[in-house]
């Protein structure tokens, strides 16, 4: 047993700040993926320390330190021989959003010539954006919450950063009153979220949890967890 856990325990779950996937509130870890993780652990018994990281040092973790799982990451092409997968866990899209009393956006065309879009310094995003042609980006918001405020307060015209999932989060936590935010029609991103395993892992371990996230696919926990932070 001693030595189980010992081999078990050098395993590290890393995680950042995205909520309403994976956050930090009242000093505890939580979020939809975060239960996600926590269901499958105690369905294969794995007992693994789970880290928060800021944004950037995650993925650096995850290519850097031996056996380490890393949630929620989006499969992308590029990383896709870089790491073992577990998932899809949940499929998302990213939108971009105004205030609804701006005049009304509703084609790329005029996205990619709005006088100002707001999004994240670093991450998917920008990049992103930047490969769809935008030149209208300003990368000056280091947090979420950021973006939220400069739209409120006028200091930009379009902001794009989070999921609609997250969005609806971020609303809550601001108060913003419901109608004052319009989804831009224009789907930029989809794509699913998945659980990553540094390449070193053992091929048993990715199958016990690949076998556990369907477990709760098929018993509807999944989607009860999903729905706890969807509405």
């Known amino acids: 047993m001693l030595t189980t856990v010992a081999r078990a325990g050098q395993y590290q779950v890393v995680t950042e700040e995205w909520a309403p996937y994976n956050y930090s509130e009242n000093n505890q870890i939580t979020g939809m993926v975060t239960e996600v993780v926590r269901a499958i652990m105690a369905r294969t018994g794995d007992d693994f320390e789970i880290v928060l990281l800021p944004s950037m040092r995650t993925t650096h973790r995850l290519k850097t330190r031996p056996k380490t799982i890393m949630y929620s990451l989006f499969r992308?092409?590029?990383r896709e021989s870089l790491y073992k997968w577990?998932?899809?866990?949940?499929?998302?899209?990213?939108h971009p959003y105004q205030l609804a009393s701006a005049p009304p956006?509703?084609?790329?065309?005029?996205?990619?010539?709005?006088?100002?879009?707001?999004?994240r310094y670093a991450g998917l995003v920008p990049r992103m954006l930047q490969s769809l042609g935008f030149k209208n980006l300003d990368?000056?918001?280091?947090?979420?919450?950021?973006?939220?405020?400069?739209?409120?307060a006028g200091r930009t015209d379009i902001i794009i950063g989070d999921t609609d999932s997250g969005v609806a989060y971020y609303s809550r936590q601001l108060n913003i009153a419901p109608?004052?935010?319009?989804?831009?029609?224009?789907?930029l991103y989809r794509s699913s979220l998945y659980i990553a395993f540094s390449r070193d892992s053992a091929d048993e371990r990715v199958?016990?949890?690949?076998?556990?996230?369907?477990?709760?696919?098929?018993s509807g926990e999944l989607a009860r967890i999903q729905q706890r932070y969807e509405h």
């Open 86 to 94: 577990v998932g899809p866990v949940v499929e998302e899209s990213i």
């Open 179 to 187: 109608g004052t935010l319009r989804q831009i029609p224009i789907e």
């Open 76 to 78: 992308t092409a590029e």
């Open 207 to 218: 199958a016990a949890w690949a076998r556990a996230l369907e477990q709760l696919r098929d």
């Open 139 to 152: 990368t000056s918001a280091t947090q979420n919450l950021q973006l939220y405020r400069m739209l409120l």
């Open 105 to 119: 956006i509703n084609s790329l065309e005029q996205l990619l010539h709005a006088p100002r879009i707001t999004t």
